[in-house]
């Protein structure tokens, strides 16, 4: 069993890679640690065969793996878990993101008590723009999740293999890992890290705004990861609040109309609000429906997950 | 977690949350009254991620008596699932689960094995005189008449911990989330007899009561959630179509009004919004026999059958070496 398994994501043909890669190599090889090198290639299969190729020696130092198609980090994390033998897991994107004296910081904090560390950029070379959407996704994610989280937009993590072993990591939740482990019980710590600067010459500034797409998705992953943390063994509370605001609506508007029947003889039916009162019980009903089917789901297949850890038995 | 091998007539299941100070004492209770007892047994607690050093207790009790059994959860999950690791740790043909705090009498465990002899495969405790503050005992008497009405399992506590299971009863459930409560409602979907009987209470020596006034809503969500489960979960298109009567019933008066007010005329020509309230009611039904339908594709997809217990496992078994019932 090695110590570390070092595992890049290369998403991009970035030809920098390689550099980052060989800087990598070279500062766990001055630690005493043993470790491996694991590169993905997630649909750069074949940018990735041309520059190992072009690179002989190096190439009999790391194991590549290719992911036949673009799947996500999670998929592929979860994909080559198996052919890793490190203890713990060091993963990086395919640009680097930290001085490297910032992932020395980072392995030595590491300690017996710990099981997942993340950094936490401190200055960050990026356009402000960036910077403010960073914070406030993390301060969102912060309010909903409760976890105290400063940078979960940095993919560099380190992590026993036992984390993600034991976390349904699926989807897009790999930017997650340390909201789901601490949900498992697992030890987070965050360590404040300088942000990598670029070799020498400062690195170009990017246009000030994402892909509205990249916005969408976001969001949509924030509200699965809040389904995720308060509502994924019990639907129906999630459902039913909903079904019950719906309905005592409803019920409100109905009883309003009513007694403006009673006391100024407006006719009940004909009015646009009568509509609105049935849609809000028809929507409202539905919706305890889908938590009723949702509860169905978890007690029917939920079996196979067991939502306790145990630590040691004597 | 297997120990087939060794097969004990009786496992005390003990849930501990934050309780370092009970934990010798309750220990040396259960001990004192299970040595009266002509059983083999075992005494399981589960430590279940407390903060207050109830492991350490727990591992200095452990030096002194090694037939402790003890697990450790990484962190706090839920009293449901500190059963469960029990129930699945057990090797007793009988389990009981006794709450941590002291508040139930380890002396009850026999009359409770007493009703366990005579047949019944679950036996609750009834806490007949509650020790507690009557802002606590007041919503769980709602609650257990609200749980007994709605699964159909009519008992007076289903909140005390203190009960007696079979172990092929309680093993085979699929239990989450905050179901403990209803282990015994559960269990009786498979056929299990269940059964109740008075037991002691004590008012709480050390620490804190764990639990809030928020958990009000939460339970009768549950309560909503098991009542569901336990009548709709093997057959959810009838539950649906259920819910679906009362639409079903306005989307004919709406259209019938709708086709009054055409031949009438009694609206003054306003007939349009009758036809859509038809249209919406109408499209509730639809809506929800498809979620009915969809939901019988979740039952028949799953591998949860829902099998009744054995019939030779209904048989009154003995217990004890004396009766040779068991090694």
């Known amino acids: 069993m090695l110590k570390y398994s070092v595992i890049f994501f290369l998403k991009d043909q970035n030809k920098d890679v390689l550099r980052f890669m060989k800087d990598m190599y070279e500062l766990f090889s001055s630690r005493p640690d043993s470790f491996e090198m694991i590169v993905i290639a997630n649909g750069t299969g074949g940018f ?126 790999y930017r997650f890992l340390p909201v789901f482990s601490a949900l498992r019980g697992f030890k987070n710590k ?5 942000h990598f600067k670029g070799h020498g010459e400062p690195r170009k500034a990017r246009a000030g705004f994402y892909h509205l797409s ?85 007690f029917t297949h939920g079996r196979r997950k067991r939502e306790y850890i145990i630590e040691k038995i004597i | 977690m297997d120990r087939a091998n060794e097969i004990m007539d009786l496992s005390i299941v003990v849930p501990l949350y934050n309780e370092c100070e009970n934990v010798p004492e309750l220990y040396g209770k259960i001990k004192s009254e299970l040595e009266k007892l002509p059983l083999t047994y075992e005494i399981i607690f589960i430590d279940d991620g407390s903060t207050d050093g109830t492991w350490d207790v727990i591992e200095k009790l452990k030096a002194n008596h090694p037939a402790l059994k003890a697990i450790k959860f990484r962190h706090n999950c839920g009293q449901t699932s500190a059963m469960v690791a029990g129930f699945n740790y057990a090797s007793g043909e009988i389990i009981v689960t006794l709450d941590g ?29 509650r020790k507690d503050h009557f802002s606590r005992v007041l919503p769980s008497r709602i609650a257990n008449a609200v749980i007994s009405v709605a699964t159909g399992v009519k008992l007076h506590d289903y909140g005390c911990t203190l009960k007696a299971y079979r172990a092929e009863c309680i093993k085979q459930l699929h239990a989450y989330g905050e179901m403990h409560r209803f282990f015994p409602a559960l269990a ?6 269940v059964t109740e009987i008075p037991v002691k209470h004590h008012p709480r020596k050390h620490g804190t009561s764990k ?29 649906f179509v259920f819910c679906a009567i009362p639409f079903l019933f306005l989307t004919f008066c709406f259209g019938l009004m709708g086709c009054l ?9 306003k007939d349009t919004i009758f036809f859509i309230a038809t249209a919406l009611s109408g499209m509730g039904v639809i809506h929800l026999i498809t979620l009915g339908v969809i939901g019988e594709l979740v039952v028949s997809t799953s591998d949860l059958t829902h099998t009744r217990l054995p019939e030779t496992t209904k048989k009154t078994i003995t217990i004890g070496k004396d009766q040779g019932g068991s090694n």
């Open chain 2, 101 to 129: 705090d002291l508040q139930n009498d380890p002396s009850d465990i026999s009359i409770l094995l007493e009703k366990i002899k005579e047949g019944y495969d679950i036996v609750s405790g009834w806490r007949k005189e």
């Open chain 1, 48 to 173: 990735l065969k041309n520059m190992l190729t072009g690179d002989p020696e190096f190439a009999g130092k790391i194991k590549a793996f290719e992911m036949s198609n673009k799947a996500s980090q999670a998929v592929c994390l979860k994909s080559i878990m198996n052919e890793c033998n490190g203890e713990f897991f060091v993963v990086s994107g395919s640009y680097q993101q930290l001085m490297p004296e910032s992932y020395v910081k980072l392995l030595d904090a590491r300690d017996d008590d710990t099981d997942i560390i993340s950094p936490w950029r401190q200055h960050r070379f990026d356009p402000s723009i960036y910077k403010m959407q960073s914070t406030v996704f993390n301060a969102w994610v912060r309010w909903i999740t409760g976890f105290n989280m400063h940078d979960l937009s940095c993919n560099v993590r380190i992590f026993r293999r036992e984390v993600l072993e034991r976390t349904d990591l699926y989807g897009n939740m």
């Open chain 1, 214 to 298: 990249i916005y969408l998705s976001r969001i949509i992953d924030i509200f699965t990861l809040y389904f995720n943390t308060s509502f994924i063994k019990k639907p129906l509370r999630f459902f039913s609040s909903i079904g019950i605001i719906s309905i005592v609506i409803s019920i409100t508007i109905n009883f309003i109309l009513f007694l403006q029947k009673i006391f100024y003889g407006q006719n009940m039916a004909l009015r646009p609000m009568f509509i609105l009162a049935i849609f809000l019980l028809v929507v409202g009903v539905q919706s305890a429906g889908m938590g009723l089917l949702g509860e169905i789901i978890v």
């Open chain 2, 211 to 239: 639990y809030g006034f928020d958990r009000i809503f939460k339970v009768f969500s549950d309560i909503l959630a098991m009542s569901l489960i336990i009548r709709f979960s093997s057959t959810p298109l009838k539950g």
């Open chain 2, 261 to 269: 007010a055409v031949l009438l005329d009694f609206t003054k020509g």
């Open chain 1, 190 to 194: 965050e360590v404040k890290c300088e």
């Open chain 2, 188 to 193: 009786s979907m498979t056929g299990a007899r």
